[in-house]
């Protein structure tokens, strides 16, 4: 059984401690919410079908909690600068994590992989935690590769509630394609006003925030004559519980800092490795990801 601590009890967080209650190699341990929030010291039930009596407890006393439990992984799902004061904490007491919370800048990632290196502790950084998207962005490669000279637009949809604009995944997208077309001067245009001609090395990149939508990523690649537009579409935040359960798996046995694509690749070697040893001729993955 895999130990688990879960910080951040918000939409997706809840939704991840009802996986982790249902999955059967996981015990959820430890949930903790914000310092006064007034779900601390209510039970899980009280907020989800099936949830347990586990008392929800919040993160100013996650460094003696750590003491007492010293959980096999913990999966943070909160804001920015929650989770840099838990990874700290976590990092220190050789706590391995999945980090699913977005919005950081280049400098706290940084922070956030030196102190996975600095402790000698696994640590999966995952913006973008969805096997959908994460397949979404390899197609995205392939096209930009076979497409070097169509224009490219990202449009991306959430709910009302989401602070950060645009959302994690779609930078990601834009630095992939950038990437592969090894553009030198690249920019990155957030929305667009004004008088303004579009450039070869531009990458649109447009931000909705409306209502209940859960997540959609849609990249349009526009030649003279034509168009591809693919779009990833997240009907349920189970989506996401999913990749955080299948990344936490990966990471307890791991020294590092790695991504989803690290997560993913694993799961497609040990999917070969069974297939061979049930005599079943395995599928050729080489190079999926770094298309
Ligand atoms: N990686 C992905 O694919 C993916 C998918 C979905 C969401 N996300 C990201 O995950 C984060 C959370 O998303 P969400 O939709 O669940 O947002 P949310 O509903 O606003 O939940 C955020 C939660 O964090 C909690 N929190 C804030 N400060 C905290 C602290 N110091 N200690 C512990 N908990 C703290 C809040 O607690 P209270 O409830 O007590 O206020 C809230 O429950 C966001 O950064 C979001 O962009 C990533």
Redesign the pocket.
């Known amino acids: 059984m895999i130990r688990t601590c879960l910080?951040?009890?918000?939409?997706?967080?809840?939704v991840i401690a009802e996986e982790l209650l249902k999955a059967p190699d996981f015990k959820l341990i430890t949930a903790?919410?914000?310092?006064n929030?007034?779900?601390?010291g209510k039970v899980l039930a009280d907020y989800i079908l099936g949830g347990s009596q586990l008392t929800i407890q919040?993160?100013d006393i996650l460094a003696d909690e750590v003491r007492r439990h010293q959980w096999d992984v913990a999966i943070d799902?909160?804001?920015?600068?929650?989770t840099l004061?838990?990874a700290r904490i976590l990092a220190e007491h050789g706590v391995p994590m999945v980090i699913?919370?977005?919005?950081f800048n280049t400098m706290e990632v940084y922070e956030l992989k030196n102190l996975a290196l600095k402790n000698q502790v696994g640590m999966v950084y995952?913006?973008?935690?969805?096997l959908g998207?994460n397949l979404l962005l390899t197609i995205v490669k392939t096209i930009s590769r076979l497409l070097p000279d169509y224009d490219v637009e990202i449009t991306e949809s959430h709910?009302r509630?989401?602070?950060?604009s645009p959302?994690?995944?779609a930078l990601k997208i834009a630095h992939e394609i950038a990437a592969v077309r090894k553009h030198k001067n690249h920019k990155y245009i957030h929305g667009r006003k004004g008088m303004h001609l579009r450039d070869k090395s531009e990458i649109g990149i447009h931000a909705i925030r409306a209502g209940g939508i859960v997540?959609v990523h849609e990249i349009l690649f526009a030649g003279e004559s034509d168009e591809i537009k693919i779009t990833h579409r997240s009907y349920s935040?189970k989506v996401?519980a999913e990749?955080a359960l299948q990344a936490a798996r990966f990471v307890i046995k791991r020294i590092g800092f790695f991504s989803m694509e690290d997560v993913i690749r694993a799961e497609l070697e040990r999917e070969a490795v069974s297939m061979e040893a049930s005599g079943i001729a395995p599928l050729d993955y080489t190079g999926a990801l770094e298309a």
Do not use: Q, V, Y
């Open positions: 910080l951040g009890l918000g939409r997706t967080g809840m903790m919410a914000r310092p929030s007034p779900k601390k919040s993160t799902f909160t804001s920015p600068e929650a004061k838990n699913g919370t977005t919005g995952a913006p973008n935690i969805s998207i709910h509630h989401k602070k950060d959302s994690g995944t997540g935040r996401f990749g």
